[in-house]
C-alpha cells in the first residue's frame, strides 16, 4: 500500500510522468485489489471504510468551499487513482467483496458523482469518463442501477459542438494530448480529431451502460433519453462525420434493446 500511494503521489504531479507511472499504478492496484478480495472481511472493510471517507471529505470540501486549491485535490491523479482503486475492490470476486466491500458501493458511487459534478469545465472530461468507468465497475459487481447517462450525454454535447480547433495552432496544442484516456485534463481547445476520439469512447461506454441494463424490465425508459440525444446527434450538421455515424450506430442498438426487452 505505501509503494501504491509512493507511485501515486509521484503520478500527481506532472501528465507527462503521470503517463509514465500509470501502467506501475495499474499494476500495484491490480495487485491490491486480488489481496484485498481475498483478505479478511471485516479487516477489508474497516480500511477501506476509512479510505472511502477520506475521499468523501475530500469531495465535501470541494463541493462546499468551491476553492481552487479544494477542487484542484479532487481533480487531479492522486484522487483519481484512489477511487479507482476502490472501485476495482468492489469490482473483484472473493471473500472480502461480496460480504463486506458491497456495504460500501452507495458512498464510494455518492463520491464519483460528486467528484463528476465538479468537473464540468470541456477541458476535464477525460476525468469525468474516467469516474463513469469505475462507476460502471460498480454497478456490474453490485447489480445495481448507477445512472450515468448524464455525464456522458454532456460529454458526447461538447464533442459535437464546433469547437476553437482545426487550425494548426489547436492540432499543435492538442498533439501531446492524443492519447486522452491517459489524461485528467485535455484542455479547453480541441481540433476535430481528438474531439472525434473523445466522442467515440463516450459512446463505447454508452454501450456499456446499455448493457448493464439491457435484461432489465426498466430497459425502455432506461434507453428513451439516451436514445433521443443520440438521434439528435446524428442529425446534427457540425458534428464531425464519423462522430455523427457512430452515434447513429448507437442509437440502434438502444433503438433494438427497447424493442427486445
Do not use: I
Not at 475492490?89 to 463520491?111: M, T, Y
Not at 489524461?183 to 469512447?201: P, S, T
Amino acid at each position: 500500500a505505501a509503494f501504491a500511494r509512493d507511485v501515486a503521489g509521484r503520478a500527481g504531479a506532472q501528465p507527462a510522468k503521470a503517463r509514465k507511472a500509470a501502467p506501475s499504478v495499474a499494476f500495484v492496484g491490480s495487485c491490491l485489489a486480488e489481496l484485498y478480495a481475498d483478505a479478511d472481511a471485516d479487516a477489508a472493510y474497516r480500511t477501506a471504510f476509512l479510505y472511502v471517507r477520506q475521499l468523501a471529505l475530500k469531495v465535501r470540501s470541494a463541493l462546499a468551499t468551491r476553492k481552487d486549491e479544494d477542487v484542484a485535490a479532487v481533480l487531479s491523479w492522486k484522487f483519481l487513482h484512489a477511487a479507482r482503486f476502490w472501485a476495482a475492490c468492489l469490482a473483484r470476486g472473493g471473500n472480502a467483496a461480496p460480504a463486506r466491500l458491497g456495504d460500501l458501493a452507495f458512498p464510494l458511487c455518492q463520491v464519483l458523482f460528486g467528484a463528476v459534478d465538479l468537473a464540468r469545465a470541456p477541458r476535464h472530461a477525460p476525468f469525468r469518463l474516467h469516474c463513469v468507468k469505475a462507476l460502471h465497475g460498480v454497478a456490474a459487481a453490485t447489480e445495481v442501477y448507477v445512472p450515468t447517462t448524464r455525464p456522458l450525454l454532456a460529454t458526447l454535447d461538447e464533442c459535437a459542438r464546433r469547437g476553437k480547433g482545426g487550425s494548426d495552432e489547436a492540432a499543435d496544442d492538442g498533439a501531446d494530448y492524443e492519447a486522452f484516456a491517459h489524461h485528467v485534463d485535455c484542455g479547453e481547445r480541441r481540433d476535430a480529431r481528438l474531439r472525434d476520439a473523445l466522442g467515440k469512447e463516450t459512446l463505447e461506454l454508452l454501450g456499456d451502460y446499455l448493457e448493464l441494463g439491457r435484461f432489465s424490465p426498466a430497459c425502455p425508459e432506461l434507453a428513451l433519453v439516451p436514445l433521443l440525444a443520440l438521434k439528435k446527434l446524428g442529425k446534427e450538421k457540425h458534428c464531425p462525420p464519423t462522430l455523427r455515424a457512430a452515434a447513429q450506430a448507437s442509437a440502434a442498438a438502444f433503438e433494438g434493446a427497447a424493442d427486445d426487452a
